[in-house]
Antibody
């Protein structure tokens, strides 16, 4: 079973860069699945940040597109999130997740079936 | 941009009762592209339903999803104590943002 684990600094200074990594275990990042980042500010709902395919193809939320980069490292079976110029509004729990391809449906789920446990990132001086 | 509006914001019910949660889309959403999640405090969301009505692996059959035009419904037939949580709907669209979530419905014990 695929498992995901986020890692990275829990505290980032304003105007700095938030960098997180999601390690994939129990499966290959080079599968037909897409890999996601989602965040949740304290006491609020879920926000899609973006997604990446193992080829490097990405899609981002327009609200964050100018500041976000998602990359993949196939040799380490992991993918990463970089968010620049952070402010207090970027304080959140950051989750990595997977949208799988179903060989039985011959299509994607278009839903996130595996999630990491989440990592809290606070933006503060 | 497709906006998902969930109602009610909070639903107070007792174990054994039936829960009906609504998710209305601001424009047409394909049934293939609507999902429901359950989230408990301090945990990651758990996928319950995808493609509007397909249960994810390991999800009990008391959870069901349905669609009527732009209105999607998650029904929990008989509430168990572990079902009290926050529920989110999520859609996939062909135009940015590709994925978006509703604001959530909190299901609390009455």
């Amino acid at each position: 079973q695929v498992q995901l684990q986020e890692s990275g600094p829990g505290l980032v200074k304003p105007s700095g860069t938030l960098s997180l990594t999601c390690a994939v275990s129990g499966g290959s990042i080079s599968s037909s699945d897409w890999w996601f980042w989602v965040r949740q500010p304290p006491g609020k709902g879920l926000e899609w940040i973006g997604e990446i395919f193992h080829s490097g193809n990405t899609n981002y939320n327009p609200s964050l597109k100018s500041r976000v980069t998602i990359s993949v490292d196939k040799s380490k079976n992991q993918f990463s999130l970089n968010l620049i110029s952070v402010t207090a509004a970027d304080t959140a729990v950051y989750f990595c997740a997977r949208v799988p391809y179903s060989s039985s449906l011959l299509d994607y789920y278009y839903a996130m079936d595996v999630w990491g446990q989440g990592t809290t990132v606070t933006v503060s001086s | 941009e497709i906006v998902l509006t969930q109602s009610p914001g909070t639903l107070s019910l007792s174990p054994g009762e039936r829960a009906t949660l609504s998710c209305r889309a601001s424009q047409s959403v394909s049934s293939s592209y609507l999902a429901w999640y359950q989230q408990k405090p301090g945990q990651a969301p758990r996928l319950l339903i995808f493609a509007a009505s397909r249960r994810a692996t390991g999800i009990p059959d008391r959870f069901s999803g349905s669609r009527s035009e732009t209105d999607f419904t998650l029904t929990i037939s008989r509430l168990e104590p572990e079902d009290f949580a926050v529920y989110y709907c999520q859609q996939y669209g062909r135009s940015p943002p590709l994925y978006s979530f509703g604001q959530g419905t909190k299901l609390e014990i009455k």
